[in-house]
């Protein structure tokens, strides 16, 4: 994160005695990206955060990738595949995936187990409900419309708080997520034209310390074994002799941290402004983009809705989240949608949209899309809640989907 915070007690020098009222030393842990090279923070542990006392290979649930083939866009209605007892890690339907990012959706009523990802950092975005992120760094509590960056290798649990199944669009990147490195300064402050700021950012402001022993934590890390997700990944558990959520202190530029859509300032202009005005994040090979209520073009011949387009480098995701789509009235997009309009098709507003926006200077709707740079496979869940009818609804006489 491009800035600095202090959280808890850390003594005034780095590496130097910082003592427990027993008087044994606190443990330092620096955790850090680009081996030293790049952001960092610095931890004080009651024990060693090294000390484990058993490792096993631990089988997670199997997933698998297939290509788009045939290629075509697709509609996947993520809501059918909400079911109770599902946590928010385990319990991940995933939907679409390269070896650049995974894309999974969870209707979640129960917490997580505490799992550690070492191959790249998570982005959640919460559609509904409410969640509690809980890491050696602190508690960040998160609502409908948060985002939250979980770095890399960060040991976490995920509590669905409220009355209400807590559902994520998780985004599990094979690298590290942050800002658009054109929205910083070289120094890594928000610069003006950034579409939000530091005082947007949320992080852990107070330690959280759990005792226990004998405490397990899954791990997802890289393996040359491969898996049927194509994922080159392998999990392990580890059990580690004291709970690792025993740091009284930190400072650095590396935690977890959030950051609500309502907060994000949208770019406008008098003609229809493209895609990447709406970049939030960005990652290894791809972007993530966020399109919030917003005023809309104010030309006097201005057509509001998205000119038909075909992104030949990129696939596109758009998960639906609040709001009307005007441009897609007709094409059975609603709720907790996602579409997929792939590399390769050309794609755009519903038929007879853009006569419908002349005039319109306001659209309310709310919507994540993740742009990818290599194809997303189709993953098992997607051909649970997929809707076929929905690459003809271009095509169909008044635009109704077949079916």
């Known amino acids: 994160m491009p800035y600095y915070r202090s959280v808890g007690e850390v003594p005034r020098k780095r590496h130097t005695q910082f003592r427990q009222p027993d008087g044994t030393l606190y443990t330092e842990e ?32 199997t997933v698998t990738r297939v290509p788009n083939l045939p290629l075509k866009p697709r509609h ?122 530091e005082r947007d950012v949320r992080g852990p402001d107070a330690p959280l310390l759990v005792d226990g022993s004998d405490v397990e934590v899954l791990v997802r890390h890289r393996s040359r074994a491969g898996r049927p997700d194509g994922s080159g990944t392998a999990w392990t558990r580890h059990t580690y002799a004291h709970h690792p959520f025993d740091v009284v202190g930190w400072d650095g530029h590396l935690y977890p941290w959030a950051f609500s859509t309502h907060d994000f300032e949208p770019i406008t202009g008098r003609i229809h402004q493209p895609p990447p005005v709406h970049q ?18 104010y030309h006097p011949d201005a057509i509001p809705v998205p000119y038909h387009h075909h992104n030949v480098d990129s696939d596109e995701m758009l998960f639906y989240t609040g709001g009307n789509y005007e441009a897609r009235r007709g094409s059975g997009i609603g709720q907790g949608s996602i579409s997929l309009h792939p590399s390769g098709f050309t794609h755009g507003p519903q038929p007879g949209a853009a006569e419908r926006s002349i005039g319109v200077d306001f659209f309310d709707e709310l919507a994540v899309m993740v742009d990818t740079f290599r194809p997303l496979d189709l993953c098992d869940a997607a051909d649970e809640c997929e809707d076929p009818a929905y690459a003809w609804t271009w095509a169909r006489p008044g635009n109704t989907p077949a079916g």
């Open 30 to 61: 620096l955790m850090g990206q680009e081996g030293f090279s790049a952001d960092s923070s610095l931890l004080y542990h009651r024990h060693a955060p090294t000390a484990i006392v058993a490792a096993e290979a631990y089988e997670p649930p």
């Open 76 to 197: 996947l209605r993520t809501h059918q595949l909400d079911h109770a007892g599902a946590d928010p890690i385990l319990g991940r339907r995933y939907l679409l995936a390269n070896d650049d990012v995974r894309i999974a959706y969870v209707s979640a009523d129960r917490p997580s187990p505490l799992f550690r990802d070492a191959t790249g950092d998570h982005c959640l975005y919460l559609e509904s409900g409410s969640l509690r992120v809980e890491s050696p760094f602190g508690a960040l509590d998160a609502v409908a419309g948060d985002y939250v960056i979980i770095p890399t290798s960060t040991i976490h649990r995920l509590v669905p708080t409220g009355d209400k199944p807590a559902r994520l669009l998780a985004i599990e990147a094979a690298g590290h997520v942050g800002p658009p490195k054109r929205y910083l300064s070289v120094r890594g402050q928000f610069l003006e034209h950034s579409p939000y700021c």
């Open 280 to 297: 939030t994040f960005q990652g290894p090979n791809f972007v993530i983009c966020s399109f919030v209520p917003r005023k809309v073009d």
